[in-house]
C-alpha cells in the first residue's frame, strides 16, 4: 500500500491515514487479549476489554475510510457534467 501511495499516486495523507489505523488495530488486540482482565477488575466489573476493544475497532475501521476516500476523491468539473 505504501508503494501504492507514495510511488504511483504520490499521495501521504493516506498512509498516515493507514499508520493510524494499523496503531488503533495493534491497541485493540492488546486491549482485548493482554488487558481485558485488568480492565474488568479496576472498573468493577462494569466495562470489560471486549467493549473498548470493539470501541477501537469502530475507531480504525473509519480511519480506514477516510483513507480510502481520500485517495479515491476526484476534482470535478461542474462545466462538464452540467450542460
Not at 37 to 43: A, D, E, P
Request: proline letters at 2%.
Amino acid at each position: 500500500m505504501a508503494y501504492v501511495l507514495l510511488g504511483l499516486l504520490k499521495e501521504v495523507r493516506p498512509l498516515w491515514y493507514y499508520i493510524l489505523a494499523e496503531i488503533l488495530f495493534v491497541l485493540l488486540q492488546l486491549d482485548y487479549f493482554l488487558l481485558s482482565r485488568v480492565i474488568c477488575n479496576g472498573l468493577s466489573m462494569k466495562v470489560d476489554g471486549s467493549f473498548i476493544a470493539t470501541l477501537l475497532e469502530i475507531l480504525a475501521v473509519v480511519v480506514i475510510y477516510l483513507a480510502w476516500r481520500s485517495i479515491t476523491e476526484d476534482a470535478w468539473e461542474d462545466e462538464a457534467y452540467h450542460p
